[in-house]
């Protein structure tokens, strides 16, 4: 079979280069996250919560948005979205060492809550899901101020049942803002799982909003860069919001301080983590003639170096000084209101 014919990446508009630079990411958010997990099972960091499972779907969501003009409002899993539209392993080991250079808080957050400015990424809190209207609001500037830029914003599913989501939609849907709305699907609110939390389908509720909800593989990046790029050209067209679902497994436990084999079984996550996204993308780059075995081992090989040098840099960067507790709480003197 021809390159041409296996090229689905090239129909949608991804050049080779840029499906590439796809699994580079991709990559580069597991190996961060296997990091993170073995630097707090070893003492290093206090805590690291995981989105091993989840970063093909991440990292061909932000492929298809527009960096420098979208803003983004990412929750904690996303390594390999905030990865993917500019933040390096170095800024994110920053936060995970709660270090004074940290882009995201200057060490005042616990890690998962992204933020950076130049960036557009918007910062997260800790309550689940109060990014949702936050996103809304955003989408609500662009069509006020009439400029072509989208919000998006991702959350699990079992934060998809908080009244903030259903406000946030339910004001979108009423003002036709251009926002898209990114459910990951992992399957597990923490301990519960899908079925005890929802009935029916997460996409499905769009309908009742008045926009369109779209169910799909969050293993299969270029079909959730497909919908991602319809979603984000509807909404510049005026044609208001999406909901998209894309259904992923959660193959880390919730975080270092959960046992995830308290609610389920170690056959059932060997199970899903051979759907796993990342193996697949990877067998159709080198179906494509795009990838080999030579060009693997060496970006594990670049990837491993990046990592240990951002972890040694982070390590020993200073933590924030205690007298700047209050800085950015109160009003200071020269800046700008």
């Known amino acids: 079979m021809s390159i041409g014919q296996l090229a689905k990446h090239r129909k949608l508009g991804l050049s080779d280069e840029r499906a590439v630079e796809m699994y580079r990411f991709m990559q580069k958010a597991r190996k961060f996250d296997e ?9 290093k960091i206090g805590f690291h919560v995981s989105g091993i499972g989840q970063e093909v779907a991440q990292v061909a ?14 929750y904690y899993r996303d390594y390999g979205f905030v990865l993917s ?11 995970v060492f709660a270090k004074a250079e940290d882009p995201n808080s200057g060490g005042r957050q616990m890690p998962g809550h992204f933020s950076h400015k130049k960036l557009n990424i918007v910062t997260g809190s800790s309550p689940v899901t109060t990014q949702v209207p936050h996103a809304v609001g955003f989408a609500l500037a662009a069509k006020m101020k009439k400029q072509d830029f989208v919000s998006f914003v991702t959350f699990g599913e079992g934060s998809s049942n908080q009244g903030d989501f259903h406000e946030g939609c339910n004001f979108a849907g009423v003002h036709k803002l251009p926002v898209i709305l990114m459910c990951e699907n992992n399957q597990y609110a923490i301990s519960v799982p899908l079925h ?20 799909v593989d969050g293993n299969d990046a270029l079909e959730v860069y497909r919908v991602m790029k319809e979603a984000r050209e509807r909404a ?4 208001g919001p999406t909901l998209i679902e894309a259904v992923m497994y959660r193959i880390s436990p919730h975080s270092t301080s959960d046992d995830d084999m308290l609610y389920r079984t170690k056959e059932e996550v060997e199970e899903n983590r051979a759907k796993d996204g990342i193996p697949k993308f990877r067998k159709y780059l080198v179906d494509c003639g795009l990838w080999s075995d030579e060009q693997e081992t060496e970006l594990l090989e670049q990837l491993k170096q990046e990592i240990t040098d951002a972890t040694r840099y982070a390590e020993q960067a200073p933590f924030p000084l205690p007298e700047d507790t209050l800085r950015h709480v109160y009003a200071e003197e020269g800046e700008v209101r």
Request: no cysteine.
């Open 35 to 43: 990091r993170g997990f073995l630097l707090q099972r070893s003492g």
């Open 61 to 74: 969501a932000a492929f298809a948005l527009e960096q420098g003009k979208d803003y983004f409002l990412p």
């Open 85 to 95: 539209v500019g933040m390096s392993v170095t800024e994110l080991m920053l936060s």
């Open 196 to 215: 005890k939390q929802i009935s029916g389908s997460i996409a499905e509720r769009a309908a009742g909003y008045g926009f369109p909800g779209i169910k």
């Open 236 to 239: 510049i067209r005026g044609e």
